[in-house]
C-alpha cells in the first residue's frame, strides 16, 4: 500500500477560514465560523486525498529562533481577533475527536514543523501533500511533494508542483527564497531589496540562476539605480532569503508512524457538531467522511418520464426546478422533479421545456404547487414562455420566516435542520468551483427527486410552525404575493445608458487625475497615493501631521484617522475625495458596465428575499441599493438609469422618517405622536423637548444634534457613538441622550421593555409578527449582550418599516393591475420605490402612489411620501 503523508499548515487555514465566513454563532454565544470553515475543509481533505499519516502542526508562538535574525520579523501583523483567538481551543478540540495528531514546536513555526516532516517522508518513500494559505511553502514542492494553496476562501486551491511553479514563475522551488531574498514579503516583514518587485526578481533569477550569483555579478546587472540598489541592500537580500528559508532540520519530535491516520470514533464527532451547533455537518458521518451512508441515496423510486401525461399530475404536487448558478438569470435549467401521491418523477429540461402539458399543468392556477424559492422557479422558467402560478407552499420561505438566522444555503440544508437527512447538499452532489460535474442523469434524478420529496414531507410541519409562530399571515399575505412581484421586477430589469455610464467613468478619470496633481502639489513631490506606507510618509514625517494612530508597519491612513485631520491640512480633503472617487469609478462605473446585459442594454438585479435577519430586501449582481448618493458624483451614477420606452419618466416615492413615525407607533410616546399628528419638522420639535426652547429658538446645531438623536437612539446609541457623530465629548453627548429619554418617557420605557421581553422570549418581533431571535441577549460577555440589546431595540422598528414597504409593494403591484396602467415597478432601495412611467399616467401615479403607500398599514401616526420624477432616475429626485 502507497504512503501518502499530508501535511496542513493549522494557523494559516484557520485565518483563511475565519475571514472566508461570516462571523456565524451558535446558540451558546460561541464564534463558530473558523471551526466551521476548518471542520469543512478537513472534511474535503480526507475524502480527496485519502491520506495514510496526517498531522496539523501550528505556530507554538509569537517569537522563534527567525527574530535572533531580524527582530522585527512578521513584526507587521496585526493582532489577531479575539473572535478568531476564541475558537483555536475548539479547532484543537476538532481535531484531537477525529484523532488527528497536531503539533507545534517552541522556537519554530509550523512551516519548519511541515518542512522537516516532508523530507523525512519524501526519505521514506511516502507521497506528501502540504496544505496551506502561505505561498512560503511551495519551497517544499518536489517531484514527492505537492503544496496546495487556498486562494479565495478555503476550497479554492491551486496545486503547486515543480512543473506549476517552472510555468508560472519560471524558476524552480528552490529558488522560491531567492525571489524572496530580492522581493521581499510584506505579510512576514521581510524587507528584501527596497524598489525590487516580482517581475524584477524573477527576471534576474533567470538571468543569473541564485541570489548569491546575481550579488556576486552586480556589475552585470542592467539599470544603474537597481545595481546601486542591490549593491546597497545586499546584507538586507541575504537576511531576507535567510528568513523566508524554512528549515527542515527542526528538532520535531514526532515519528512519521505516529501520525498514521486510523479514523475517528463516531460519536465523539458527532457529539462535537451537536455541542457546536453543525447540524448541516452530521449526515457526513459514516466510517469515513464524505460516504453519506446516511443518505442511502440509492433508496429512492423515481420515474425518468419519457412522455409527459396528465397522469403525472395530482391535486397537489412538490415541483423543484433544478438551477445550479447563483444568478439564474442567466443559467440554464439542469433539471425538474416532481413528487406527490403517485410518486417521484425526474423530467429532463428539454422534455419539460418542449411540452405543452407540462406548460399547461404549470400555468394553471387551480393546480396547487409547492416548490423552493419561488421567485427563482419563476424567472427560470419566464425565459422560456412559461409563467408559474398557483404556488402555495415556499419552504425557502417558510425556513426563513420560522428562523431568519438559520444557514439557508440550499434544500439539504433545510431538511436537515428539520432533522430530515435524506438529500446530500448540492456542494456534495456537484462539487464546487473547477471541479463542479453534472453527474449522469439517473443520479441526478435521484438527487433531485429527493429535494421534491423533501417539500412535500417538510410542507405540513413548517404550515404548523408558522401557524404556532403567528406566522401564517406573514407567510401568506406578505412573502408568497411579494416573490412573483420581486420576479416582474427582476424580470423586466432596469434600463441603462451605456454611453453616459462610460462617460461618467472618463469624467471621473479626469477629475482623479486632475486631484492627484493637486494632491502631489501640496505633497511638494510625487508619490503612490494608494499605499498606505508612502502616504503616511508625506503625512507624517513631511507634512508633520500628528500622529493618531499607528501600525505595526507604520502610521495609520484609515478613513477615520484622516477625517479627524481634515482641518489641519487642505491636503487631507483632496485625499478622502480622491479614494471615494476612485471607489466610485471601480465599484460603480466598471462594477456596472460589467453586470449590464448587452441584448437589451439592462440590469437584471436580483432581490434576496430570504437573507437579512430585519426582513429589508437585499439586491445584488448588481446591488443598486448601495449606489453613495451623499457624494454628488456618486449620485450622478443614477443618471445612466433611465426609461426603456420613449415618452416615459422615471418615477420615485419614499416614505419619509418611516422609522420614526414606526417608534412612535410601537413605543406609544404621545409626545412623538402628537408631534407627527400635527405635521410638525420632527427634529426641530425634538430640539425644542431637549433644549427647552421655543421653536423660534431652535438652531441649525441644536436641530442637527436632535436629528443625530433621533435616528440613533433606537440603534441603541451609546455616549461614546454620539459623541463621534457630533464631535462633542461623552459627557455632553450622555447629558444629551438622558435629556432625550426624560423627555419622551414612551420611548424610553419601549427601551427597556423589549430588552426585558428578549431576554424571556429569545426573539423580538415586528408588527406583523417576523422574528428575529436573539440567543446573546443573555450573554456573560458585555460586548455580545450589549450588541444583542440594541439588536432588541432596533428590529421591531427597522423590521416593521421592512414589512410595511413590502405590503406597499403588493398593494401598489395590484393597484396599477385594477387600474390597467401601463406603470412598471422596477425598483426597491430601502423606503423608496422606482417606477418607470408612461408621461400620460404621472398624474395618475401623483394620486394612487401616495394613497396606497400611505395606507399600506395603519398605525397612530400618519405615513408621509414624497414623490418625484424626471427623465433619470437622478432626475426623479
Known sequence: MNK???????????????????????????????????????????????????????????????????????????????????????????????????????????????GTLSLQAENNGYEVKVISGDKDLTQLSSEKTTVSITRKGITDIEEYTPAHIQEKYGITPERIIDMKGLMGDASDNIPGVPGVGEKTALKLLKEFGTLETILDSVEKVSGKKLKEKLEEFKDQALMSKELATITREAPVKVQLDEVAYEGFEKEKVVHFYKELGFNS?????????????????????????EEITDGIFSEETALYIEVLDENYHYADIIGFSLANEKGNFFISTEKALASKVFKKWAEDDTKEKIVYDAKRSEVSLRHHGIHLTGVCFDLLLASYLINP??????????????????????????????????????????????????????????????????????????????????????????????????DMGKELY??????????????????????????????FDKLGLPVLKKTKTGYSTSADVLEKLEQDHEIIKEILHYRQLGKLQSTYIEGLLKVVNYKNNKVHTRFNQALTQTGRLSSTDPNLQNIPIRLEEGRKIRQAFIPSEEDWVIFAADYSQIELRVL?????????????????????????????????????????????????IVYGISDYGLSQSLGITRKEAGKFIDRYLESYPGVKQYMEDIVSDAKQKGYVSTLLQRRRYLPKITSRNFNLRSFAERTAMNTPIQGSAADIIKKAMIDMAARLKSEHLKTRLLLQVHDELIFEAPKDEIEKLKQIVPEVMENAVELEVPLKVDFSYGPTWYDAK
Do not use: W
Open 405 to 502: 438566522s438559520a444557514t439557508i444555503e440550499d434544500v439539504a440544508s433545510v431538511a436537515k435542520s428539520h432533522g430530515y437527512e435524506r438529500v446530500q447538499s448540492d456542494e456534495a452532489f456537484y462539487g464546487k468551483g473547477a471541479k463542479r460535474t453534472i453527474p449522469e442523469e439517473g443520479m441526478v434524478a435521484k438527487h433531485l427527486a429527493r429535494k421534491a420529496e423533501v417539500l412535500i414531507l417538510l410542507k405540513d410541519r413548517l404550515v404548523d410552525e408558522l401557524k404556532e409562530n403567528q406566522q401564517a399571515e406573514l407567510f401568506h399575505d406578505l412573502e408568497m404575493p411579494l416573490s412573483f412581484i420581486l420576479a416582474d421586477m427582476e424580470s423586466c430589469g432596469i434600463q441603462v445608458d451605456i454611453d453616459r455610464l462610460k
Open 4 to 114: 501518502k503523508l499530508v501535511l496542513i499548515d493549522g494557523n494559516s487555514i484557520a485565518y483563511r477560514a475565519f475571514f472566508a465566513l461570516p462571523l456565524l454563532n451558535n446558540d451558546k454565544g460561541i464564534h463558530t465560523n473558523a471551526v466551521y470553515g476548518f471542520t469543512m475543509m478537513l472534511s474535503k481533505i480526507l475524502e480527496d486525498e485519502k491520506p495514510t499519516h496526517l498531522l496539523v502542526a501550528f505556530d507554538a508562538g509569537k517569537t522563534t529562533f527567525r527574530h535572533q535574525t531580524f527582530s522585527e520579523y512578521k513584526g507587521g501583523r496585526q493582532k489577531t481577533p479575539p473572535e478568531l483567538s476564541e475558537q483555536f481551543p475548539f479547532i484543537r478540540e476538532l481535531l484531537d475527536v477525529y484523532g488527528i495528531k497536531r503539533y507545534e514546536l517552541e522556537n519554530y513555526e509550523a512551516d519548519d514543523i511541515i
Open 664 to 712: 412612535a407607533h410601537i413605543a406609544n410616546d404621545e409626545k412623538l405622536i402628537d408631534a407627527f399628528n400635527k405635521n410638525m419638522d420632527i427634529h426641530t420639535k425634538t430640539a425644542m423637548d431637549v433644549f427647552h426652547v421655543s421653536e423660534e429658538e431652535v438652531t441649525s446645531n441644536m436641530r442637527r444634534h436632535a436629528k443625530a438623536v433621533n435616528f440613533g
Open 510 to 539: 479626469a477629475k482623479l487625475v486632475e486631484i492627484e496633481l493637486r494632491i502631489h502639489g501640496l505633497a511638494g513631490e510625487k508619490f503612490n497615493i494608494n499605499s498606505p506606507k508612502q502616504l503616511g510618509v508625506i503625512l
Open 281 to 305: 455537518l452530521l449526515d457526513k458521518l459514516g466510517d469515513g467522511i464524505g460516504e453519506e451512508e446516511n443518505l442511502q441515496l440509492d433508496e429512492i423510486d423515481v420515474t425518468i418520464v
